[in-house]
């Protein structure tokens, strides 16, 4: 029997909502489309009537700066598109503040980088922050913070973003509100035979290539970008929906396991949120090569990593960071919590855990990276 989508919809108490920048641009006469977010508001309050915490991840700061300023072609230079964002965040976060201030609902902006989340220490002050802002139920609204992340410590876009907000927030289900009505077998617009997927069960490679071919739906991200985050999130064991934010009264009817937009299906357990923050939060700071025999006890037997199976290191960190497991032929085998740092396993590498001590001086239980902080890669 195939699952159904009200099982996870509603059990949803917490969900993240990105909105794509389509549905927010465009008006004429305020660059912001507050018809769009009156009707969201609108559904937001009845979500938060029901006892159901809503965070959302917006884009749209670049565009309203450009309105503002008065710009008809998007610069191409980083700086001034950090600029416009700068002068546009504002104008969207008034946007948002007015339309939510009718049903009294109120909004907090909060601006993210990449790096934020790939500290676990500013990562749990982040997180802290968001669960604050739950309990006196406010609606937080995330956007990437533009004016200081250059090019290459970048979400990269708004569904990434919307992916590791998920995380953060440790949200039962994630909504991309996009300009068309889900993933389709091809794109829609070149032909108009090509199927809605309603249901995706599994996550299947050829979505990768279909996402590709049909080469963006608009925004930043287009479908590809959508697809990589379904796969995150089925992988994670979170359940995640593509919908057209056009339609009436979207949320809501989503949320009543209506069947529109697209739902893929989470394939695993739900991770814990440590476990989490190792697979899609935390950048390595180096990598430990491992022999063909650790390689086995890791993937096969679900052993921690001991010195004796360590062949050799890149990079520098200290005990306690995050490094990541590479086997035989380059193959990435996990992420996951270093107890030395690259100094110390270098001078311990290759020994037997007895020989520890004498060589480093002090009691260690010996394991490099404990099974229970390390986190396996899948492989596509
Ligand atoms: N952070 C960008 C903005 O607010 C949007 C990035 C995206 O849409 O992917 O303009």
Not at 131 to 144: A, D, R, S, T
Not at 176 to 196: H, M, Q, V, Y
Not at 303 to 309: A, D, F, H, Q, V
Request: net charge positive.
């Amino acid at each position: 029997m195939t699952p159904e989508r009200s099982i996870y919809l509603s059990r949803a108490r917490r969900i993240v909502i990105k909105i794509g920048s389509s549905l927010l641009t465009g008006d004429k006469k305020h660059g912001v489309k507050n018809s769009f977010l009156a009707r969201l508001a609108g559904q937001i309050n009845i979500l938060k009537s029901r006892g159901v915490q809503c965070l959302i991840v917006t884009s749209g700061a670049i565009s309203a700066g450009m309105f503002e300023l008065g710009l008809k072609k998007r610069p191409e230079e980083m700086s001034e598109l950090q600029a416009l964002a700068a002068v546009g965040q504002s104008n969207l976060m008034h946007a948002y503040k007015k339309n939510f201030d009718r049903y009294k609902i109120k909004v907090a902006q909060v601006l993210l980088t990449r790096e934020d989340l790939s500290q676990r220490h500013r990562y749990a002050n982040a997180h802290r922050t968001l669960m604050k802002l739950f309990q006196h139920g406010i609606v937080p609204v995330v956007n990437e913070n533009d004016t200081v992340a250059v090019e290459e410590i970048k979400f990269g876009n708004n569904d990434t973003l919307g992916v590791l907000v998920t995380h953060l927030a440790e949200a039962d289900l994630l909504i991309i509100l996009t300009d068309t009505d889900g993933f389709f077998s091809e794109d829609p617009r070149l032909n108009p035979k090509a199927k809605l997927i309603s249901n995706v069960f599994q996550f299947d490679h050829g979505f990768e290539k279909m996402a590709t071919r049909s080469n963006s739906i608009i925004g930043t991200g287009g479908m590809k970008s959508k697809i990589l985050a379904a796969k995150n999130m089925m992988r994670s064991g979170v359940p995640m929906l593509i919908a057209n934010g056009t339609a009436h009264n979207a949320l809501r009817r989503l949320l009543d396991s209506e069947p529109i937009g697209t739902f893929f299906f989470p394939t695993a357990k739900k991770m814990k949120s440590r476990k989490r923050w190792l697979a899609w939060g935390g950048i390595p700071k180096g990598e430990i090569f491992i022999d063909d025999g650790a390689q086995k006890a890791l993937l096969e037997k679900n052993k921690s990593l001991l010195p004796t199976g360590v062949r050799k290191t890149v990079g520098s960190w200290h005990a306690g960071e995050m490094v990541k497991i590479v086997g035989s032929n380059h193959r990435e085998i996990a992420n996951g919590i270093c107890n030395f740092s690259a100094t110390e396993l270098n001078q311990i590498m290759g020994l037997k855990t007895s020989d520890l001590f004498d060589r480093i001086g002090r009691e260690t239980s010996g394991e490099v990276v404990h099974r229970d902080n390390m986190v396996k890669i899948e492989i596509d």
